[in-house]
């Protein structure tokens, strides 16, 4: 599934050819969910579940991305930092710079067992094993 999906533009916001409109530079997030991810090597590292809001900041802190499993069964889901993923509206998905064996052993968790990720110690695992640095509105003081 694209960003440029059809079926879930419903209010037909990336439609128009005039190059006007929010895409994609400003995208609505349920147009997101479902997106493909692949690392830059062209693996397939599955696909994004969920995106997460930090209420405070008005930020988007994680996407969540499901790898593995089979229709649902043992899929494990792993937060990864927004500012972890890029866009890539060549080919309508998101690049995350991991192998698929790094992405294997990732901080993961099941569907129904949830970790806390307004913790500072688990978003700082979490922003160490990628890489990554939470925005400075993110972090907490």
Known sequence: MS?????????????NDTGKGPGPELMGAHTLL??????????????IKEIML????????????SFGGFLGMGE????????????????KRFTLKVSKEQLK?????????WPDMASPA???????????????DDRII
Do not use: C
């Open 105 to 113: 052993g990732a901080p993961g968790f099941d569907p129904d067992h």
């Open 54 to 65: 930090d209420m405070r900041t008005g930020r988007v802190s994680y996407a969540v991305l």
């Open 34 to 47: 479902g997106n493909d991810v692949y690392n830059d090597k062209g693996e397939d590292l599955g696909e």
């Open 3 to 15: 960003y440029l999906d059809e079926d879930r533009d419903t209010y037909g916001m990336y439609k």
């Open 76 to 91: 494990k889901l792993f937060a990864v930092p927004w500012n972890a993923l890029t866009l890539d509206t060549v080919n």
């Open 122 to 136: 688990w978003s700082s695992e979490i922003h160490t094993y990628y890489g990554t640095q939470p925005d400075q």
